[in-house]
């Protein structure tokens, strides 16, 4: 059965299968295996963080950090793979304990200082910035066995597309965080924060916990995405990764969630990543556009997709007084 | 008798202080099992604040709870819950976007394995919300169900969370006619499953088809229990609105109305006020009489265009005129002093001199500054003229006194220079002293032949200086007493829905 609640998701699926379709239409080259797999690999860290974005603003919050922890991270993995003789492993460990951490704190400070998260996570933003600067200025390469063992997994599938480690870790996250947030209770909390502060505290939602827990996720997904990306580019910059945090957020309602919190699925997120790439891969393809085009499609998307939200939401206001025939006092 | 059955729960000694006031004074409630026990009281009697230390959301500063015989100390929401004491609130507090069951479950979800079992919920809300007359998909959103429908959820929730105790603090503030019988239907059934129910509501009328006692609190203390059965409900108002019914025959000099200022035909708004007519001359003073929630402040509001009703006109001096908005108002020379001083009045970081000249400066537009030294000048004028008590002009307006933040607020509307001056509880949360001078600065202002519409809950007020007094009751205007009928005793009658007494007593 279709609910209003369900029908911004299901949107963004008809708004992908459209774009494909019409992609296709133009060039049959782009239904090949190896632009699915190029699509899968080229936005693998961008979908990590996405996902974490989706929790933060299914709460009704924001992270604007993510970007440059993106950035930290492989600035880190970069210099502590040269200057020590750590295994990129217990490194990937390292990094992955010091975002979540980092993300924690940044929870804390929003529930427990009552600080908007915007300003919280831009503070964090500057911060993660400025901590990947002091590493290192300069573009660090990371030249590592472990690394080209890790880049050389793939599976080829028919057609010759290679579906690589990261793009499969990047749908492993899209599971996962599918799972907590739709399927345990927390994803219930993050639900219920989204719906309202003051009336969840009143339903016993511990807000506390959730906050911290969702803002470690995010942190925690970000330095994931920074592994992604590390392995994706093979080196550490400390200038990479600029503005990855809007693109996040730019997926996020694409796919269907509410900026404001409340309403919104993962699978959403997945497609709206999904979307963004397919408009690259397009003009790729068409090699005459300039690739500033992806912008301004995508913010042509994301208008009408806030749009179609206030409509829906326009619509199951006005609905409300209607359905009251279905309750029968007894 | 009540007296031999063991009270489910028993706050005794009840007492909460605020910084400079005494919320409770020694309030025993006393609940028995099976019965619905209706919390009566003015604003500020101290209903909600008694709500809130049996539930935990305060610190009680005195007294003990006793719940089924054994003493308990709730300190949050949570706690109190899990004891047994549940609370539905004015407001549906459930969340919007998520669905029936997910509402109802959640915190204590169904799990396996750490994962939620959806079906399984969705199977056991709708059991349960069968139990309380709803046969409804609870797979849907919440929203796709009314208020009352969510109300009703929303009080299973908390039974089915606490089960013993449950609180309901307005529940059919909202509601229309039908959809407070379906609330009703669910009390009933609860009733006879030997919950206690506090029930707490503006609406006498619902008190007394639903509850079996009463308790009546006024000022922090508990002025009366009584059994419903055995009580009217001009009783019950009296112990609401208090003590000195004496009638004191006013001293009324000269009713004297001048000529017809304004005239108000049919207005009104749809679940706000029902449609009224009211005409205000020069030199008269309207008094509106009700409980809370019988429509004095929409009935202000209406007039100032504050919320702009949905049909009727309004005219001024035989003219019609268009209000839609209080700029509107402000433009024909209206003025309103609304009810909650903090958050509609004043601006608490702005300056005295601001907040006196905001109104005039608003109405000339921004383009045309008033002159700093008129501005003084004005500002200088009502601070002597009202005995505005203050170390300088330029301090915040939120370090004042309560008394002298609505004289403030008196003189930036008379700083307009208005023809009618509407004010909504002048007098609430000031003291006595200010009191008395804003009665007399209103007497004033009528002998100056202004027309002023005031709102208050204080019948010994009205009484005061009202020429006319229109009484609310349930959003209509149900009756209009003038002259010598103006007494406190028969403001409560005409409130209590009896005839007024044909002639006052003296």
């Known amino acids: 059965m279709i609910r209003s609640t369900h029908l911004p998701l299901l949107v963004t699926l008809l708004t992908f299968v459209l774009a494909y379709a019409l992609c296709t239409a133009q060039y049959p080259a782009m239904f090949s295996t190896r632009v699915v797999a190029n699509l899968l690999t080229d936005n693998a860290f961008l979908g990590i963080v996405a996902v974490g974005m989706t929790f933060v603003i299914l709460s009704g919050g924001i992270d604007l950090s993510v970007g440059s922890v993106i950035a930290f991270t492989g600035v880190f993995l970069a210099v502590v793979l040269r200057d020590t003789s750590i295994h990129p492993l217990t490194a990937f460990a390292m990094v992955l304990v010091l975002t979540t951490a980092f993300g924690a704190a940044m929870g804390a400070v929003i529930h427990y200082l009552e600080m908007p998260p915007f300003i919280v996570t831009l503070a964090g933003m500057f911060f993660a910035r400025g901590a990947a600067y002091v590493l290192s200025t300069d573009s660090v390469p990371i030249e590592h066995e472990f690394y080209d063992f890790l880049q050389s997994i793939y599976y080829k599938a028919p057609g010759g597309g290679r579906f690589r480690l990261i793009g499969a870790i990047m749908l492993l996250a899209f599971i996962a965080g599918a799972l907590v947030l739709h399927r345990t209770k927390l994803g219930q909390n993050v639900y219920a924060l989204g719906g309202g502060v003051a009336t969840s505290r009143l339903m016993g939602v511990p807000l506390a916990r959730t906050t911290v827990s969702i803002y470690a996720i995010s942190g925690g997904l970000a330095g994931l995405s920074g592994i992604v990306f590390s392995l994706y580019t093979s080196a550490g910059y400390s200038l990479a990764t600029v503005g990855v945090e809007l693109d996040a957020i730019a997926a996020v309602v694409i796919g269907g969630t509410l900026l404001s919190g409340g309403y919104g699925f993962v699978a959403g997120t997945f497609f709206g990543i999904l979307i963004m790439g397919l408009i690259q891969t397009y003009i790729v393809f068409d090699g005459t556009l300039s690739s500033w085009w992806t912008k301004i499609v995508i913010g042509a998307l994301l208008f009408a997709f806030i749009l179609l939200q206030k409509g829906l939401t326009w619509a199951t206001t006005s609905r409300k007084r209607v359905r009251t025939g279905s309750a029968t006092p007894s | 008798m009540p007296d031999d059955i063991r009270p489910l729960l028993h706050a005794s000694g009840i007492s909460k202080f605020f910084p400079g006031a005494v919320a409770l004074d020694e309030v025993e409630l006393k609940l028995l099992p099976g019965e619905v026990h209706a919390l009566l009281g003015e604003n500020g009697a101290g209903k909600s604040t008694l709500i809130k230390c049996l539930t935990g959301a305060y610190r009680r500063d005195g007294g003990k709870i006793e719940l089924e015989g054994v003493e308990v100390d709730p300190a949050s929401t949570n706690e109190s819950q899990a004891l047994g004491i549940g609370t539905v609130y004015q407001e549906v507090n459930l969340l919007p976007n998520m669905t029936v069951a997910e509402n109802l479950f959640l915190g204590r979800q169904i799990t396996r394995g750490g994962l939620l079992r959806r079906r399984a919920m969705n199977r056991a809300a709708r059991d349960v919300l069968l139990d309380y007359g709803l046969d409804i998909d609870p797979a849907e959103p919440l929203t796709s169900y009314s208020v009352a429908v969510q109300q009703v959820i929303a009080i299973a929730r908390a039974v089915e969370m606490s089960g013993k105790v449950l609180i309901l603090d307005e529940p059919t503030a909202s509601l229309d006619r039908e959809e407070v019988q379906l609330v009703f239907s669910v009390i009933r059934k609860l009733k006879e499953r030997g919950l206690a129910v506090v029930f707490i509501t503006h609406f006498l009328d619902q008190v007394f088809e639903i509850s079996d006692r009463a308790t009546v609190l006024r000022n922090g203390q508990v002025v009366g229990e009584r059994d419903l059965r055995k009580v009217s409900s001009n009783d019950i108002v009296t112990l609401m609105l208090g003590r000195q019914l004496e009638e004191k025959v006013q001293e009324r000099k000269g009713g004297h109305a001048g000529e017809v200022l304004v005239e108000i035909e049919d207005l009104g708004k749809r679940g706000m006020v029902e449609p009224f007519n009211l005409t205000l001359h020069e030199g008269e003073v309207v008094g509106l009489a009700g409980l809370l929630g019988s429509g004095r402040t929409e009935t202000a509001n209406l007039v100032f265009g504050a919320v702009q009703g949905d049909q009727g006109k309004i005219s001024k001096r035989g003219r019609e005129i268009r209000i839609n908005r209080p700029r509107d108002a402000i433009t024909h020379r209206f003025a309103l002093c609304p009810e909650d001083r903090k958050t509609e009045g ?161």
Do not use: F
């Open chain 2, 346 to 506: 004043i601006v608490g970081d702005l300056s005295v001199r601001d907040n006196i000249i905001l109104a005039l400066q608003a109405r000339q537009g921004w383009i045309r500054p008033l002159p700093r030294a008129r501005v003084n000048e004005i500002a200088e004028h009502y601070v002597r003229a009202l005995d505005i008590r203050l170390a300088s002009l330029d301090m915040p307006i939120r370090l004042l006194s309560g008394g002298n933040q609505q004289k403030a607020l008196l003189a930036r509307w008379l700083a307009t220079q208005p023809d009618l001056l509407i004010l909504d509880e002048p007098t609430r949360g000031i003291d006595v002293g200010a009191h008395a001078e804003i009665i007399a600065l209103i007497e004033r202002l009528r002998e100056e032949g202004m027309a002023l519409l005031v709102a208050s809950s204080e019948m010994e007020e009205l009484v005061a200086y009202s020429t006319r007094v229109v009484v609310l009751r349930d959003r209509r205007q149900v009756g209009e007493l003038t002259g010598d009928q103006i007494t406190p005793s028969n403001i409560i009658r005409a409130i209590a829905a009896e005839e007024p007494a044909k002639e006052a007593t003296a």
